[in-house]
Each structure stands twice: as structure tokens, then as C-alpha cells.
């Protein structure tokens, strides 16, 4: 999160601080003394240090493609409850399969099967959340995702023409939305053979597992 700083008027010690701490009251490290924290930085200052930490935290590929002087308004990664779940719902899956064959006494290697599967496929959820990246800025849409082989689509915001909302069983249970974002070429929906193979859908980007509002405000 963004720092903040802020200083004791008794004895003139620097506190730096979390922006969501404004305001509230703490003891003061050098002296002991209340201080309320109130930020000494502009507003400049802090919008600066926010795109800072989203800068941080973009994957080096996706870095490289934006322009310094684009302004980064989202940057996020679909949910970490959305893994969560999933991860879950694999390993839940495995353990009613693997029950009839226990019952069964058909081994345990049957059991190790069911699990070793259980962990692959966990392992490739994972890295397919990791490689998932999202980024709004002031002039482009960046979508990053893929397990093996990871594909980078760019569309501008200012060609984007429909915004397709979707929510899926999982997405509701956790209110979340995928966010379709076409442009005047794509007409609003995939077609052809090749609207199911990520990253050849032209004219089209998806946000998968995110909350659609902090999305669809960014476009005008």
C-alpha cells in the first residue's frame, strides 16, 4: 500500500504510514507522545507514490509495453479467492472420486493416482491465476494470461464499442464477474473455429474474476 508521512509536533520524529491510517490516532516511536496522523504530501505526491506500487507490481513483460507516459488507472490479477476456490473444488472433486475406489479396497495406489492428479491440476490452476494480468490505463487495455504459453493482447479504449458482463456458477458464489470488452471489428462475440483458443479472438479482450465496476468505470 502506499506510504504517507506525517511527523510528531513534540519531539519533530518522520512517521511513515499507510494512506488508510489518515486521521486516526497513534503513539509516537521516538517519544511516546498521541500523534493524529495527518499526510505532509500533496495530493500529486500521493497519486505518484499509488502509480509507483502499481508499477511495482506489473510483471516485467507488461511493463515493458507501457508507455511512461500513460496513466495506469487498474492493475490487478483476477481474485485470489477465485484460486482459492478452484483449488479447492479440485481437491473436493478428487476426494469423491477416490471414496467409492477406497470403499472398494481397490488399493492405494488408486489414492495416490487421484491425488497426484489432484495436485497437477492445481498446480496448472495456479499458474494460469499468475500468469493472468490485467491493465487499464488512460489509453490502452492489456490482458496477460496463459499456462505454458502466455499471450499478450492490447486494445485501445478509445476503439472499444460494447462491454459484455458474465457471470459464471463460481463468479457468483463469489460476486465476481467477467468483463467482455469488444471493439467496433469484433462486434460484440466471438465466432469461427477459433473463438475458443485464448488469445486469437480479434477485436476482443476478457477480464475473467473480477468485480465488473472497478472495471467498466475506467470507460467512457
Avoid at 513483460?61 to 507501457?66: A, S
Avoid at 496513466?71 to 477416490?98: D, G, Q, W
Avoid at 457468483?172 to 467477467?178: D, G, M, P, Q, V
Wanted: aromatic share 8%; hydrophobic share 40%; charged share 15%.
Amino acid at each position: 500500500f502506499p506510504m504517507a508521512k506525517s511527523h510528531c509536533e513534540k519531539c519533530g520524529q518522520n512517521i511513515e504510514f499507510d494512506n488508510s491510517m489518515i486521521g486516526k490516532e497513534v503513539e509516537c516511536p521516538s517519544c511516546g507522545s498521541d500523534v493524529i496522523l495527518e499526510t505532509t504530501q500533496s495530493s500529486s505526491e500521493i497519486e505518484q507514490a499509488e502509480n509507483d506500487l502499481l508499477i511495482s507490481q506489473i510483471p516485467l513483460r507488461l511493463k515493458e509495453l507501457i508507455n511512461p507516459a500513460e496513466e495506469i488507472l487498474y492493475s490487478s490479477r483476477p481474485s485470489r479467492s477465485s484460486l482459492i476456490l478452484k483449488v479447492i473444488l479440485i481437491f473436493l472433486s478428487s476426494a469423491i472420486l477416490a471414496y467409492p475406489v477406497l470403499q472398494a479396497g481397490l488399493g492405494l495406489i488408486y489414492i495416490i493416482t487421484f491425488l497426484l492428479l489432484s495436485a497437477i491440476g492445481a498446480i496448472i490452476v495456479y499458474f494460469k491465476w499468475k500468469n493472468t494480468y490485467y491493465i487499464i490505463t488512460d489509453s490502452k487495455t492489456f490482458v496477460m494470461s496463459g499456462v505454458f504459453n502466455v499471450y499478450i493482447k492490447i486494445i485501445r479504449n478509445e476503439l472499444i464499442q460494447i462491454i459484455s458482463i458474465n457471470t459464471g456458477m463460481i463468479d457468483r458464489w463469489l460476486k465476481l464477474n467477467s468483463v467482455q470488452l469488444s471493439t467496433a471489428g469484433q462486434g460484440g462475440g466471438s465466432s469461427g473455429i477459433f473463438a475458443f483458443v485464448p488469445g486469437l479472438t480479434s477485436g476482443s479482450v476478457t477480464l475473467k474474476q473480477v468485480i465488473s465496476r472497478d472495471i467498466i468505470k475506467h470507460y467512457k
